[in-house]
């Protein structure tokens, strides 16, 4: 039995650091051109090398989007990029477009090469296609079935790894090959810089009654008739190992580092109880779905493992997220005082309880006793993003432990 790689994103090189931390094997992140998250932070090439660098000091490996469908225009900066990316040696790039494999391979031969679900990889064909190319790994299209999975690891060579999204955002196109947001606002998906407009609202309009909006559904507000639930198989876990997936994707390189944290902890217990045993893993299940339901998420389905979705798998009344707990911030220590360091993300007071969220899996309530500004101030509470202060909580923390409370307190 393969033991699976637990595959998290990462934006920013802060995240990255959560991600390594909080129990990845590798991370994949985007520079700052030529990944399809036009709109996240992504990574400078100085800090691309810095996530490197912790990245293998942790054994944990890296791996460097370059997904998008290339123009002509594009191809010689692809080029560009990969001879500066030849000098930090990621661990792997994702691709998608034949033209930016072929100089991937042309520039980079040491580098593995992925192709990512943007190629819409849905057969054993195409799987064994990009193997004879020189692909090391083939990611999923997400509209595979475990059936389908399991028939292509059966047909496929033993040495060609397959990925699949196991949890995260769905797309509502195919494996996210989206026009509509070139459409509607001239931001083409395709090159990064997707709208996401399936999470809006729409109505019907009949051509004859211009003005005059008709519900899709049920609903007088109208109707988010996009809006997929969030992939979770966090429960399926010897299923995915059984269909021989080698690598279990997390959707999210725009997620904060609470989101990554959490859901990169639970999976990593998650595979590391199954491994151990049948019998654990079942015990657990308990904690795994509370603890990943504590997270932002939007209602969660099993997208089209088990066979092609209902329309249970879709929200049509609202494209908001669930949100359980509000991100405080990450610990960067204690002070000689023994005060907890920490950049503000969300405000919080002196008298409030938090939880400090550590990386083996425990929560430890604590109660907000000081805070105190850079200059040493006593404050009263922390209204401002980014602001750096000590805390005392009375407990020892650690660094890149992360703070947060639930939401009901804010």
Known sequence: MRRPELLVPAGNLEVLKIAVVFGADAVYIGGEAFGLRAKAKNFSLEDMKEGIDFAHKHGVKVYVTANILAHNED???VREYFRELKEILPDALIISDMGVFAAAKEICPEIEIHISTQANNTNYG???FWHTLGAKRVVCARELSFPEITQIRREIPDTLEI????HGAMCISY????????????RDANQ??????CRWKYS????????EYLPVYENERGTYIFNSKDLCMIGHIPKLIGAGIDSFKIEGRMKTALYVATVARTYRKAIDDYMESLEL???NMPWYLEQIKSCTYRQFTTGFFFGKPSEEAQIYDNNTYVTKYIYLGIAGGCSKEGYCQIEQRNKFSVGEQIEVMKPNGENIQAVVKQIFDEDGNSIPDAPHPKQKLYIDLGIPVARFDILRRKAEEC
Do not use: Q
């Open 75 to 77: 191809l010689e900066e």
């Open 126 to 128: 195409a799987f064994s």
């Open 163 to 166: 990925e699949a999204f196991v």
């Open 175 to 186: 494996s996210g090959r989206c026009l509509l947001s070139n459409y509607l606002v001239g």
């Open 192 to 197: 990064g810089a997707c709208a996401h407009p």
């Open 204 to 211: 019907l309009v009949e051509e004859t009654r211009p003005g």
């Open 281 to 283: 893993y079942r015990k």
